[in-house]
């Protein structure tokens, strides 16, 4: 069964989610954009539902998770007591799971291979059911990290369109630990513009502030809100 997962202090977990909220609506003044035209992705990953449930409880709707099968675990019975909860896969997709992430992921930010976008389409089709698809950009070219090169990014999503007929929502990327950010973010904005893409997954915990600056639409936090992992 589902194992319990992290647990975090209530009080500090709605603390946070205060502080990040606000940082969140004061980057986005900051770059002369709405507060609400930013999407705060709370990545919950590896914590258990009592940890989530504060948090759902404080408004929070859009919630991140990287294993199609720890989500199944946990989520159902989050669900139940919020279901317009969303929730987005931010980890690598194997084909193999492509059914289960589009019957329970609302977005799937992780599509980076033509395997994966024929599996996706093909589930989309049996299920009837349309989650938002972001293409994972491998900004920094890491030979061990998930996404498709930039180089490569034009011809890929033009091939989800057309081969695949899939619609391609967004754009998502993780810069290199050891750079600056920023040169990424913008790359992945480059991108999203001269695709007609309009939302931007980009920005953690430690450079979400950043992300918005260069276009954000929406920024995956998961420590500043429940602490470490
Ligand atoms: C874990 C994770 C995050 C959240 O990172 P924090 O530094 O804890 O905010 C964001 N995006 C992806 C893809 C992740 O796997």
Not at 93 to 102: E, G, I, P, S
Not at 142 to 168: H, M, T
Not at 204 to 224: K, N, P
């Amino acid at each position: 069964m589902e194992a319990i997962g992290h647990q975090a202090p209530e009080a500090d977990v709605v603390a946070h989610l205060a502080e990040i909220r606000a940082r969140i609506a004061r980057a986005a003044r900051d770059g002369g954009r709405a507060p609400e035209d930013v999407t705060l992705v709370c990545v919950s990953k590896t914590f258990g539902a009592e940890t989530i449930k504060p948090v759902l409880a404080a408004g929070e709707r859009v919630f991140g998770e990287n294993k199609v099968q720890e989500a199944l675990g946990k989520w159902p019975e989050l669900k139940e007591l919020y279901p317009d909860a969303k929730l987005h896969l931010i980890g690598p997709l194997q084909t193999n799971k492509a059914r289960q992430a589009v019957a329970f992921f609302d977005c799937i930010e992780t599509l980076d291979r033509s395997k994966l976008a024929a599996a996706l389409a093909s589930e989309i089709e049996r299920l009837g059911r349309h989650p938002k698809l972001y293409v994972q950009v491998n900004t920094g070219a890491e030979s061990q990290k998930a996404g498709i090169v930039p180089q490569e990014a034009d011809a890929f999503i033009a091939n989800c369109r057309k081969e695949y007929g899939l619609e391609i929502a967004g754009l998502m990327c993780i810069p290199p630990v050891d750079e600056q950010a920023s040169p990424h973010f913008a790359l992945l904005n480059r991108i999203a513009k001269r695709n007609g893409i309009a939302e931007l997954s980009m920005g953690m915990s430690a450079d979400f502030e950043l992300a918005i600056q260069l276009g954000a639409t929406h920024v995956r936090v998961g420590t500043a809100i429940f602490g470490k992992r």
